[in-house]
DNA sequence: AAATTCTCCTGAAGGC
DNA sequence: TGCCTTCAGGAGAATT
């Protein structure tokens, strides 16, 4: 599933192949996404140039003209730049360059979406109430503090609420508190500014080792040329539950918190 | 207001 | 070998 980092790096892989580029024709084969996509983005973006591409979160955003495109590619979504136009299954979206290139938006569980934000609207809901980047000096360990003041809500619940921080799944939750020595279902308000603030620093030095190294942790994970990250992140805790913990060597344990499950090292984290 | 539960979807993995 | 069940998850919406 693409996390940030993986997001990040398909926008740096698609962006020599697109960015300044005249669209030529949009094709939607599945408009059924996580929402729909809307019916007039052939009309609306047809003969437009994409001027540039930046990333929220794990939203893209490709700006063109006077509005962006919206793109989340949820848990299983690619882009891809093609020059074949054969299309198959899960294959929900192209945009045709004028010089050729095909961007495609493939995605078997369709948990993504497309949407388009005229400038005219002031942002878009899904992006407005983001919080801080993580990487961005706004996200350190005294805001995490601040915010966690008071709140019985899990420290792992927090770091995945986007609302919170921008674009912190599931995985990079459970490894980022794991370093921090932090065990995913202790109360926010009962995480010390310390440890926030070596939560805060684990997060960044996590993101930026994936990023920097193309991207990825995940299983299936392809860059925009359709190869397999060439790197993957040692999951310390994430999917290893009753084998040892590589720093202790005591036994990973799994727990539940709300849908989702946590993993972490009952001596390592307290 | 804060916290929890529900929802969409398909593929992988496990059980018999 | 194959079918059926269970699980996984991003994140907004709905509910408590």
């Not at 990333?55 to 962006?68: A, M, N």
């Not at 913990?245 to 849908?259: M, S």
Request: charged share 25%; net charge positive.
């Amino acid at each position: 599933m693409p996390e940030l980092p993986e997001v990040e790096t398909v926008m740096r892989g698609i962006t020599p192949h697109i960015a300044g580029k005249r669209i030529e024709k949009i094709i939607v084969y599945q408009p059924r996404l996580r929402w729909p996509v809307p019916e007039e983005l052939p009309r609306l973006l047809a003969g437009q140039t994409i001027d540039s591409l930046d990333r929220r979160g794990k939203y893209l955003r490709l700006h063109i003209g006077k509005g962006f495109l919206l793109l989340h590619l949820g848990m299983s979504g690619t882009l891809r730049i093609l020059t074949n136009i054969a299309a198959g299954l899960h294959d929900h979206l192209d945009i045709l360059m004028a010089d050729g290139l095909i961007l495609r938006l493939h995605d078997p569980r369709r948990f993504g979406s497309v949407h388009w934000v005229a400038q005219t609207h002031s942002g878009h809901p899904l992006i407005n109430h983001l919080g801080p980047e993580p990487l961005s000096k706004d996200f350190t360990g005294e805001y995490l503090h601040q915010i966690g003041r008071g709140r019985k809500l899990a420290i792992k619940n927090l770091l995945m609420d986007g609302r919170i921080v921008a674009g912190l799944g599931n995985i990079y939750a459970n490894e980022t508190l794991f370093i921090a020595g932090i065990r995913p279902n202790r109360a926010a308000f009962q995480v010390t500014r310390a440890q926030c603030d070596r939560l805060a620093q684990a997060v960044k030095q996590v993101l930026k080792k994936a990023i920097s190294k193309g991207g990825t942790t995940l299983r299936d994970f392809t860059n925009s040329e359709g190869k397999p990250g060439y790197f993957r992140i040692e999951l310390q805790v994430y999917g290893r539950a009753s084998q040892e913990c590589g720093r202790c060597g005591n036994v990973i344990r799994k727990l539940r918190q709300g849908q989702r499950s946590s993993f972490f090292c009952p001596h390592c984290q307290k």
